[in-house]
C-alpha cells in the first residue's frame, strides 16, 4: 500500500511540482527563440536524441549491464536536460538563454522521442520479460504530467510575473528536497541490486556524465558554434532531468529497478558538471577553449 501511495500518488504530485518549477522560468519568447538562433538549437537537439542513446547502448554493452539497469540507462539518456543546467551554464559563461530554449523543446519533443527509446530498449535487453505499456498510454501519462504543470507555471510567470518570481524561489529548494528523496526512496528499494552493481552502475554513469559534457561542447565547437554556445549545449547534455527519468520507472512503467541509474546519475552529474564549469573558466582565462 506504502509503494503504491508513493508511485501512483506522491510521486506524481513531486513531479508536477518540478515541472510548475520550470513552467516558471519559461516563456513563449523562449520558444519564438528558435527562428532567432536555429542552427544552435538543432544542434543541441541533434547531439542529445541521435548521439546519446547510442552512447548509452554502448556503455550497457560494455560493462555487461543486466537488462533491467540497461533499460534504466537508456531511459537516463533520453531523458531531457535538467533545469540546473541554466545554473551551471550560467557560472561558466555559457549562453543561458540557449539553454533554456532547449530545455523548453525538450519538454515537448521527448513525448515523441523518450516512448521511442524507451520501447526500443525494453524489446532488445528485456525480450519477453518486457511488459511495455501501451505508446498512446504512456504519451499521455507523461504529457499531462509536463505540459500541464508547465503551462500553468508559464501563465503565472506572464500575468504575474513579480508573485511568480517569488514563488520559483520557494519551488527551486523544493524540488532540491524532491530529489533527494526519491534518491533516497530508490537505494533504500532496490539496495541489494546497487550492492551488487556498485562500481559498474557508478563507473557507468561517470562515464556517461564525463562523455556527455565533452561530446556536447566538442560537437558544437566542431560545428563552428560560438564558446558559449558550446558550454550551453554541454551542460544541457550533460545534465539530465532525473527526477523524471525516476517518475517514468516508478510510476508509468512500474519497474523500480529502471530508476537506478537514474538515482546515482543524480548524484554524478553534478561532481563532473563542476569540474566543467572549473575547466571552462580556468580555459577562457588562459584563452585556450
Request: charged share 10%; glycine share 6%.
Amino acid at each position: 500500500m506504502e509503494a503504491n501511495l508513493i508511485t501512483t500518488v506522491l510521486l506524481p504530485i513531486a513531479i508536477g511540482i518540478i515541472m510548475f518549477g520550470l513552467g516558471l522560468h519559461l516563456a513563449v519568447d523562449d520558444f519564438k527563440r528558435v527562428a532567432r538562433m536555429p542552427k544552435p538549437v538543432l544542434v543541441g537537439l541533434m547531439t542529445q536524441m541521435l548521439i546519446l542513446p547510442p552512447i548509452a547502448f554502448v556503455i550497457c554493452k560494455l560493462f555487461q549491464f543486466p537488462p533491467e539497469l540497461a533499460v534504466g540507462m537508456m531511459l537516463l539518456a533520453a531523458s531531457p536536460g535538467g533545469a540546473t543546467a541554466n545554473v551551471f551554464s550560467h557560472l561558466a559563461k555559457g549562453d543561458v538563454a540557449l539553454n533554456i530554449t532547449l530545455t523548453a523543446l525538450n519538454s515537448v519533443l521527448i513525448l515523441v522521442t523518450l516512448p521511442l527509446v524507451v520501447a526500443w530498449s525494453m524489446a532488445y535487453f528485456m525480450g519477453a520479460q518486457a511488459q511495455i505499456p501501451a505508446p498512446t498510454q504512456k504519451v499521455l501519462e507523461v504529457a499531462a504530467i509536463i505540459l500541464l504543470p508547465v503551462a500553468i507555471g508559464m501563465l503565472m510567470r506572464a500575468y504575474t510575473a513579480s508573485f511568480a518570481a517569488r514563488l520559483e524561489a520557494l519551488v527551486k529548494p523544493l524540488s532540491l528536497l524532491i530529489l533527494l528523496l526519491l534518491i533516497v526512496i530508490t537505494v533504500v528499494r532496490e539496495w541489494a541490486l546497487i550492492t551488487t552493481h556498485a562500481l559498474s552502475i557508478g563507473g557507468a554513469c561517470l562515464l556517461l556524465s564525463s562523455l556527455s559534457l565533452l561530446i556536447g561542447y566538442g560537437v558544437a565547437r566542431m560545428l563552428g558554434l560560438q564558446r558559449a554556445q558550446g558550454i550551453a549545449i554541454s551542460f544541457e547534455i550533460g545534465i539530465h532531468n532525473t527526477t523524471l527519468a525516476i517518475f517514468i520507472a516508478l510510476s508509468v512503467l512500474k519497474m523500480p529497478a529502471l530508476s537506478v541509474p537514474a538515482a546515482l546519475y543524480s548524484l554524478v552529474m553534478y561532481f563532473t558538471a563542476g569540474l566543467a564549469a572549473c575547466w571552462f573558466l580556468r580555459a577562457q582565462r588562459s584563452g585556450t577553449a
